[in-house]
């Protein structure tokens, strides 16, 4: 790639680098010295996939609204105006989806604030949203997890139905991917609290079938919070089921799992979550889904017909490069057969709970040199003392080496000077000694190739834990730290 011309976000002179895909470089302006950071060729790629990935939603977006009938949208705007329902004082509108608005709304006997999630059924099918409205309250009600949103109160007040649950103080995962703050290590924390979620709500009953980022909110302590379970479904045979969806997507086309949209690949349930979950990580990490066209439709076509990138080796959105091991947990979860993927959400948590204590996982089984290595990165005590110890015979040997090689020396002169005695005057005994000091002189070579190679394997040794060991305190390092350093906090503009 060609080199290409930068200017300093500190001084503003121009400095020439050149990008690489992938690699995240940083430059020292030779003007001011201050640092600053190139963003790399694929941004231009990212910034075409989140607008293809927004005029999909929008597109959703517009058709669920104008699904909407003149007294659906006259009741909501009631509601906004009267700013009331029942005991709750209504504050603000946070969303709007397929069966219903959220509103922030104040108990006024409570004196708290929750969100209040409300539909308005239509004559027509008054009877059908009723029952899928109480069923998701139902199923909601199920579950008792610190990583799901709680439900406190059901009713219908003027024809509003309507279901209280916890107010999330948080931020939306859309909202976070973008962010080079949000550092791996954070990513990875959420979508294990995530998959835990799942786990709890499949051990008793139900399928989310709706993961995606708008659903997961992230609170200040890095809590992850899943919600909206408006199309969830039970896995035992309770007669809910049996409700059906006429005109409303079953999932989210980015994030849904093949047999959600193509039932002769077996029927939904948990494994689709997984999926789901496993198309969810991919956004998180790579800063788009892992399937993107102009329309749903599309959308679903390559899903079903394509396999993502591999995610391995590629730069995250916060500039860290995704090493194998998490490449390999994503692209277990998101395959397309459901035998293929993770045998459960909690699999999957394990595994990305073995990625944040750099254990192996799962996915990507190690060899033994490979565990063995990574068992010494784990533990920099067993490194230091390695290190120490093949330090010190390095020395014994090298020490050994230079003895041998003087002797080997002094054997060398002493052949030359019996060399140089004149024949007549050598002896029997002299010339047993001369062989004998040949003989010598090799047990002295050979100990002296042992001891040479030696040297340089415990050299190369002490390196490798050295290697190991600086590694792994950058690892440690990299991990406490919560936001990028501030001075390189800024992206220079291309000139």
């Known amino acids: 790639m060609a080199n290409r011309k930068y200017r300093c976000p500190h001084c503003q002179s121009v400095e020439t680098a050149t990008p690489v895909v992938g690699q995240k470089l940083v430059i020292t302006c030779r003007a001011?010295?201050?640092r600053f950071r190139i963003a790399p060729p694929s941004a231009r790629q990212r910034k075409r996939s989140s607008t293809a990935h927004s005029t999909v939603k929008k597109q959703v977006a517009?058709?669920?609204?104008?699904?909407?009938?003149?007294?659906?949208?006259?009741?909501?705007?009631?509601?906004?105006?009267?700013?009331?329902?029942?005991?709750?004082?209504?504050?603000?509108?946070?969303?709007?989806?397929?069966?219903?608005?959220?509103?922030?709304?104040?108990?006024?006997?409570?004196?708290?604030?929750?969100?209040?999630?409300?539909?308005?059924?239509?004559?027509?099918?008054?009877?059908t949203l009723t029952k899928r409205f109480k069923r998701e309250a139902e199923l909601h009600a199920r579950l008792s997890h610190p990583n799901i949103v709680h439900i406190y109160d059901y009713g219908l007040i003027s024809g509003v139905q309507y279901f209280?649950?916890?107010?999330?103080?948080?931020?939306?995962?859309?909202?976070?991917?973008?962010?080079p703050?949000?550092?791996?290590?954070?990513?990875?924390?959420?979508?294990?609290?995530?998959?835990?979620?799942?786990?709890?709500?499949?051990?008793?009953?139900?399928?989310?079938?709706?993961?995606?980022?708008?659903?997961?909110?992230v609170d200040a302590g890095w809590h992850a919070h899943l919600v909206d379970f408006g199309i969830a479904k039970p896995t035992n045979n309770?007669?809910?089921?049996?409700?059906?969806?006429?005109?409303l997507a079953v999932g989210t086309p980015h994030y849904m799992a093949p047999e959600q949209f193509r039932p002769k690949l077996g029927e939904c349930g948990p494994l689709s979550d997984v999926y789901s979950l496993g198309a969810l990580a991919?956004?998180?990490?790579?800063?788009?889904?892992?399937?993107?066209?102009?329309?749903a439709h599309g959308v679903l076509i390559l899903a079903a017909t394509t396999e993502a990138m591999h995610l391995a080796g590629r730069q995250c959105v916060s500039e860290e490069v995704i090493d194998e091991d998490l490449g390999a947990i994503i692209r277990l979860a998101m395959q397309k057969s459901p035998a293929d993927r993770y045998p459960s959400s909690k699999a999957l948590h394990d595994d990305l709970e073995r990625w944040l204590l750099d254990d192996e996982v799962e996915a990507r089984p190690l060899g033994k040199l490979m565990r063995w290595q990574r068992r010494l990165k784990k533990k920099p005590g067993r490194l230091r003392t390695f290190g120490i110890a093949a330090g010190g015979f390095t020395?014994?040997?090298?020490?050994?080496?230079?003895?041998?090689?003087?002797?080997?020396?002094?054997?060398?002169?002493?052949?030359?000077?019996?060399?140089?005695?004149p024949d007549s005057t050598e002896s029997n005994a002299l010339s047993g000694f001369s062989s004998g000091l040949s003989h010598m002189t090799e047990l002295v070579d050979t100990l002296l190739a042992i001891g040479i190679a030696s040297t340089t394997l415990l050299i190369l040794l002490g390196g490798y834990f050295y290697v190991l060991r600086t590694a792994r305190l950058e690892h440690l390092s990299s991990g406490r730290q919560d936001t990028l350093p501030t001075e390189i906090g800024t992206t220079a503009d291309e000139v």
């Open 32 to 34: 001011c010295g201050g």
């Open 62 to 127: 517009q058709q669920t609204e104008a699904a909407r009938s003149e007294s659906q949208r006259a009741t909501l705007a009631h509601l906004l105006n009267e700013r009331r329902l029942g005991d709750y004082d209504i504050l603000d509108e946070l969303g709007r989806g397929g069966m219903g608005v959220v509103f922030k709304a104040f108990h006024r006997h409570l004196k708290r604030i929750m969100a209040l999630k409300v539909i308005i059924p239509e004559r027509d099918n008054e009877e």
């Open 164 to 179: 209280a649950m916890d107010f999330v103080v948080g931020t939306s995962l859309t909202t976070l991917i973008g962010s």
């Open 181 to 217: 703050e949000f550092v791996l290590e954070k990513r990875v924390h959420v979508l294990r609290q995530v998959a835990a979620a799942l786990e709890h709500a499949h051990q008793h009953g139900v399928i989310h079938r709706d993961i995606k980022p708008d659903n997961v909110i």
């Open 238 to 247: 309770d007669g809910l089921e049996n409700i059906t969806r006429q005109g």
């Open 282 to 295: 991919y956004h998180t990490m790579a800063g788009h889904p892992p399937y993107e066209a102009d329309t």
């Open 395 to 421: 020395t014994v040997c090298l020490t050994f080496s230079v003895g041998l090689l003087t002797l080997r020396n002094r054997l060398t002169a002493t052949k030359i000077e019996l060399a140089d005695i």
